[in-house]
């Protein structure tokens, strides 16, 4: 005897696959805006979203923000920073920072 009716078994199949096409597709689409939304705040100050420019002190790359003036260190660069075999570098590094800083700020005027 055959029906068209599916049986239960049937759509039991079908309601978990289907469930589990669209939590594959869900996953698909948040690691898509994820991945977008990282593209969008690559070398993008935190504070006021300008784009940060690499400027390099002493062999240290700091990025900088030309609006507000902040900046950022990687972690390896940090690490390059506080190391004990060059003393005095940070002192030189946040120095040269802040006398381009002041310097860009005369500029302005
Ligand atoms: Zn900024």
Redesign the pocket.
Known sequence: MSTDKPSRTEEEYFTKRDLELLQQKRHQLEEEADRTDRQQHFMK?P????SLHPEEFHGVTIDR?P??D?FWLDRGEIDNLMTDTKPGLLGRVFGDLTAALRERKSDDR
């Not at 504070?47 to 300008?50: E, I, N, R, S, V």
């Open positions: 100050c504070k006021c979203g300008a923000c609006e507000c902040g």
